[in-house]
């Protein structure tokens, strides 16, 4: 009687720190997304609560929220705000993070010399 009664609480135990991280991980995801004024925050926020019908899948609307959103951001060198690596300037401060292709408007790395879609020689100022 007692065994049973120990593996109903370590069960609900599990149960409730489950449901703890994933109430916790869909908040945390909406909330973050509305602060990085992603239009996608609902969204995000659904794929979160998959879990709720998969708990085997538990973590992983976090990790894919994690690698979308962290590995495409970059902070900016002069304000310290989390932007998208795929701009070529800073949308808070105005900061100019790539150079631009004076030929045809391409976004340039720092170390190219030639623009790779025009092949219009770089002139560093
Ligand atoms: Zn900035
Ligand atoms: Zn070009």
């Known amino acids: 009687m007692l065994i049973v009664g120990k593996q109903i609480l370590i069960t609900f135990i599990i149960f409730f720190l ?20 992603d239009k996608w ?4 926020a659904i794929l979160a609560m998959t879990p709720i019908f998969l708990p085997m899948l538990l973590p992983l609307p976090l990790i894919v929220y994690l690698l979308v959103t962290r590995a495409f951001s970059i902070k900016c060198p002069n304000c310290k705000m989390k932007i998208s690596s795929e701009f070529s300037s800073c949308p808070n401060c105005g900061w100019k993070l790539k150079e631009k292709c004076k030929s045809c408007g391409s976004p340039l790395k720092n170390e190219w010399k030639y623009c790779p879609y025009c ?7």
């Open 41 to 44: 925050g609902i969204l995000w």
């Open 18 to 37: 489950i449901s703890s991280f994933g109430i916790g991980q869909v908040v945390w995801i909406y909330l973050d997304s509305k602060k990085r004024e």
């Open 119 to 125: 092949n219009n020689k770089i002139e560093v100022e």
